[in-house]
């Protein structure tokens, strides 16, 4: 979050689904070359309930973990910015509709008596642990970090010990801290005001869950122009250890349309506690996109679906529009999409996919390791299309029961349609969209699409691109599509 522009300082799931069930297999993206999924944790079943974004509305800087116990815990800013609030479900789905406990509420006045932002959920040394931001009564923007804790088996039903101070290098404006281990060393990684920018990003060992045991160290400031619109910041830090790297995800800029994720990487190798060993992403790696109608995605966490995949979590908003301060806009909603890893182990984070159930990627039976993708207008199979060209989302149809239509998340408000045999990507008046999901011709485990509105005849892969057609015996593959997560 931002503060108002009179102030120096910044602050601004698959994911269970029945149709898009976690395998692991190879698929194709861009950027560092190939997708390949990350190795499942363990063999789960996927909810037959799908996930549907926005996950939790109004609920910013969202912080999901799933504990060791099965159930996922969901914390994050409510718009009041007055109280810490805990929610817990056995599937990411279920989040939505979760009870909310309150487990902590800012004092009448005095310190902590401002701004609540940005909590996060630990759980180590047999403990529960909040991190978040806190103002003051009488200076709302005095932000610092704090933490609370509990050994209680269930955070939202604790009773929490009294808020401690977490000192850093300086007694200025700080905040977004997490925490993680590495190598038997655990490490606190926080925001904090820098000399010429509002925040920069700072790593410490720790000692206990609120006091620090080496000199702060300065691993990323906001100097390139992604970074420093509205704002210079980097801030609301995450970290994912994949592939031999330590990855930290980060948030830049003001916390409207402009606001987007960077990426700092390190060797596991390497010492965390020098500057050298973290490297800046030149290029912000999640971003605004008009097509999927997702503004200003951002200060995400991580997780892992039912199935052990990857998931990005983050907020966003659906509108780019913002009257007055959007510090104060509530409508920055949690949301997740499946987190992608490209060949050469670095992660693939596509676009914000917008609001709806989960994507999905369509693999054609005929022509395996290919994937549905589109350049706006027209629909082909590629070996290595762009992740976003290559996500459709399937939703309930206009016409019979059980009929969808497919949207392109790249192209919001604008479907698969049928003109003739010619399949194509436009908006719905005027044409037929509305398909049959069907199991597959060719294999029963994939999908055939046959058109309402032409019965008998389907979806077909045909020389490369997408048509409808009557399916011949030869070409029940070519009719057949694997939805792969």
């Given at each position: ?61 969202p ?21 810490i ?24 006045s ?20 909040i ?19 509990t ?26 801290a ?9 490490y ?13 990003l700072?790593?410490?060992s ?37 592939n ?20 700092l ?42 199935a052990?995949?990857?998931v990005?979590v983050?907020?966003?908003r ?19 999409q ?148």
């Amino acid at each position: 979050m931002n503060d108002s522009a009179n102030r120096q300082f910044s602050r601004r799931l698959f994911l269970g689904s029945g149709t898009a069930a976690a395998v692991a297999f190879a698929v194709a993206g861009a950027g560092g070359g190939a997708l390949v999924a990350a190795p499942a944790a363990a063999a789960a079943p996927a909810s037959s309930t799908p996930v549907i974004n926005p996950v939790v509305p109004q609920r910013a800087d969202p912080w999901l973990m799933k504990h060791t116990d099965g159930k996922y815990y969901f914390t994050g800013s409510v718009p009041e910015y007055n109280r810490i609030i805990v929610r817990s479900s056995p599937t990411i789905a279920g989040l939505g509709s979760a009870s909310e406990a309150v487990v902590w509420t800012r004092p009448a006045s005095g310190t902590m008596g401002g701004h609540i932002w940005a909590p996060e959920l630990h759980h180590f040394d047999g403990k529960w642990h909040i991190y978040f931001a806190a103002g003051d009564s009488n200076d709302v923007f005095r932000v610092r970090i704090y933490v609370i804790s509990t050994d209680a088996a269930d955070p939202t039903n604790a009773v929490w010990g009294a808020p401690a101070r977490v000192f850093t290098h300086a007694d200025t404006f700080s905040l977004d801290a997490t925490t993680f281990e590495h190598a038997g060393t655990r490490y606190l990684l926080w925001a904090q005001s820098d000399t010429g920018v509002n925040s920069s990003l700072y790593i410490a060992s720790m000692s206990s869950p609120s006091m620090l045991s080496s000199t702060p160290v300065r691993i990323a400031v906001p100097t390139l122009d992604w970074e420093t619109r509205g704002y210079k910041v980097n801030e609301g830090a995450a970290v994912i250890k994949r592939n031999g790297r330590i990855f930290v995800t980060f948030s830049a800029s003001a916390t409207d349309a402009n606001y987007c994720m960077g990426l700092l990487t390190a060797d596991a190798g390497a010492d965390l506690l020098n500057a050298a060993s973290w490297t800046k992403t030149p290029t912000p790696v999640f971003t605004t996109n008009e097509g999927s109608k997702q503004y200003g995605p951002g200060h995400n966490s991580f997780t892992v679906d039912e199935a052990g995949n990857d998931v990005l979590v983050y907020h966003a908003r659906s509108y780019r529009n913002i009257v007055g301060d959007p510090l104060y806009d509530p409508n920055r909603h949690a949301r997740v999409q499946r987190l992608y890893w490209n060949a050469d182990g670095t992660p693939n984070f596509g676009v914000p996919v917008g609001d709806g159930e989960l994507p999905v990627r369509l693999e054609p039976a005929s022509a395996s390791g290919t994937f549905l993708a589109h350049d706006g207008v027209t629909v082909t199979a590629a070996s290595s299309p762009a992740l976003g060209a290559s996500q459709f989302r399937l939703a309930p149809g206009y016409a019979k029961k059980n009929s969808v239509v497919i949207e392109p998340v790249l192209t919001k408000g604008r479907y698969l349609r049928v003109q003739g045999s010619s399949v194509g990507i436009a908006t719905t008046e005027g044409a037929s969209s509305a398909f049959l999901q069907r199991g597959g011709l060719s294999d029963a485990s994939g999908a055939s699409f046959e058109s309402v509105d032409v019965p008998g005849s389907y979806l077909v892969l045909r020389n490369g691109a997408l048509v409808l057609a009557k399916v011949g015996k030869n070409e029940r593959a070519a009719a057949t599509f694997f939805l792969r997560s």
